[in-house]
């Protein structure tokens, strides 16, 4: 089995003698794994639903480890008062420009009133962003601080569980974002079910995930991928075809699907740092001159046209997206 290089400094310490073997967790087919990641967790491919997938499993205890502190140690996150205020302060602006929250309210014919959950809402930034557009919100998450912060930081109702646990609290609702979420769980396709029983007729379930697509179908093209060196957090990567595939098998009608955009490498071959006073106040002070953010990213652009490192973020194939509706 090829072991890959590690790209990514944060690489989990899993007990690897005690793995338990994991069937696809889409349609249940075992597959032979192919390679294995820099934290030596094997990889298949199931050729029935077209996703690669870790093939053994650590302890549950352990998975959960890393969500208990994931944005004080795992990716170490400013919480700040003033993050509240950056948050506050560029909701209503960002409502207008985030590309995912105009595809929902372009296919539900609005978004104002609309009740919209987020699974894995992180910090709640993209609920924040819906209610400023005039949505009821809702979110879900694992991890204690996230849920915290977004609860009674933001006023935004939060559910510190998995989606099966609490959908019955939350009850019907027009859309379910899952934005970089269906990656993590040890069991996705329970929460695309779940999703699918709490939307309303007619209501929309986004997907926003890496494209596993892009490792190919076999190990000579898998061992090329970045995405299996990065973010090792990840149990699962959908492709195309999977997605397809979750259409025929829960009934939901495929409204977009998309590839796009380059994986954000920057600084992934360090651990992040801690410290976020500082660079958070400079970041602050900058963006509160006028057209200071806009200038800054041209000069971006500029230095990497120059450098020959320049990406157009419209291009590329490593982000897959999807909206099914329920018919």
Avoid at 147 to 157: D, P, Q
Avoid at 250 to 265: A, K, Q, S, Y
Wanted: aromatic content about 8%.
């Amino acid at each position: 089995m090829i072991l890959l290089e590690p790209l990514d400094a944060r690489i989990p310490q899993w007990d690897i003698l005690n793995l338990t073997t994991r069937l696809c967790p889409f349609c249940g087919v075992e597959n032979e794994p192919v390679l294995m990641r820099p934290d030596q967790l094997p990889v298949a491919f199931c050729n029935t639903c077209g996703s690669w997938y870790v093939a053994r499993l650590p302890f549950a205890s352990e998975i959960k480890k890393v969500y208990d502190s994931y944005y004080h140690n795992h990716r170490p996150t400013d919480l700040s008062g003033k993050r509240v205020s950056h948050m506050l302060k560029n909701a209503r602006k960002a409502s207008r420009t985030d590309w995912r929250l105009h595809t929902l309210s372009q296919l539900l014919g609005g978004i104002n009133g609309k009740r919209i959950l987020d699974v894995g809402c992180g910090l709640g930034d993209f609920l924040l962003m819906a209610r400023s557009a005039g949505a009821n919100v809702v979110g879900c998450d694992l991890s204690p601080e996230a849920c915290e912060f977004a609860e009674n930081r933001l006023g935004i109702t939060v559910h510190k569980s998995e989606l099966h646990s609490c959908s019955s609290s939350i009850g019907n609702v027009d859309a379910v974002v899952m934005k970089d979420l269906i990656e993590h769980p040890v069991n996705p396709l329970i929460n695309i079910q779940v999703a699918y029983s709490i939307l309303k007729p007619g209501g929309l379930l986004l997907l926003h995930t890496p494209n596993g697509g892009e490792a190919g179908t076999n190990v000579e093209t898998a061992k090329k991928w970045v995405g299996f060196r990065v973010d090792l957090e990840h149990l699962q990567y959908l492709s195309p075809h999977t997605i397809n595939w979750l259409s025929r098998k829960t009934g939901l009608g495929i409204e977009r699907l998309e590839v796009f955009g380059f994986p954000d490498l920057k600084g992934k071959d360090k651990l992040p740092n801690k410290r976020f006073g500082i660079t958070y106040s400079a970041r602050e002070i900058a963006k509160n001159i006028p057209c200071m953010c806009k200038m800054v990213r041209t000069l971006r652009v500029l230095k990497a046209e120059i450098s020959g490192e320049y990406c157009d973020p419209r291009l590329g194939s490593y982000h897959l997206f999807a909206v099914f509706r329920k018919i």
